[in-house]
């Protein structure tokens, strides 16, 4: 499976961003779907992520601002950003992971001005 991740930019306090991962070479319906995320000097964080089903989870500090949601039919994953803040600044990576394998994307990078 490969997964391409896109949407990052240059944004305002306040403002909104929405990336996007388009998975091919694989059933994309069958994995799990996340966002990770990894600021300068920090470790990469998981930020939220969406079942086979649907049900999403999020880290408590995106909750509220952030959405993921997932289009099976298009093999792509989405995380809509509102309300960002410079904290928010990091490389996005997604990822996809069933019971017997994980993938990682390539990361996008995300820069929320003060």
């Known amino acids: 499976v490969q997964l391409q991740a896109s949407g990052g930019g240059l944004v305002q306090t306040g403002g909104s961003l929405r990336l996007s991962c388009a998975g091919s070479?694989?059933?994309?319906?069958?994995?799990?779907m996340a966002w990770f995320r990894q600021a300068p000097g920090k470790q990469r964080e998981l930020v939220a992520q969406?079942?086979?089903?649907?049900?999403?989870n999020y880290a408590d500090s995106v909750k509220g601002r952030f959405t993921i949601s997932r289009d099976n039919t298009k093999g792509t994953v989405y995380l809509q950003m509102n309300s960002l803040k410079p904290e928010d600044t990091a490389v996005y990576y997604c990822?996809?992971?069933?019971?017997?394998?994980?993938?990682w994307g390539q990361g996008t990078l995300v820069t929320v001005s003060s």
């Open positions: 070479g694989g059933d994309f319906s069958i994995y799990r």
């Open positions: 990822a996809a992971a069933n019971w017997k394998s994980g993938y």
């Open positions: 969406i079942g086979t089903g649907g049900s999403a």
